[in-house]
């Protein structure tokens, strides 16, 4: 059975690849063993987003581009 929240997204703003994806495994793949991993599971793609930039910005050039991105159809 499928669990996933209809529309929900993962973001990852520190983990082997930065972005936003649509499921747990997808989201796991790139934090699981990663230290000091920050993800977060969001409504919408927006969200998500803004969550990246947020903890990014508080660590001036860690990442200044977004590495792997997702898009929502």
Not at 25 to 47: D, L
């Amino acid at each position: 059975m499928d669990k996933r929240t209809p529309n929900c997204c993962y973001a990852v703003a520190r983990g082997r690849s930065v972005g936003v994806f649509k499921t747990w495994k997808e989201c796991e793949s790139q934090v699981k063993g990663f230290k000091n991993a920050r993800y977060k599971k969001f409504q919408s793609e927006a969200e998500a987003l803004e969550f990246i930039r947020q903890v990014n910005s508080s660590c001036p050039g860690y990442f200044d581009v977004l590495l792997y991105y997702c898009h929502f159809s």
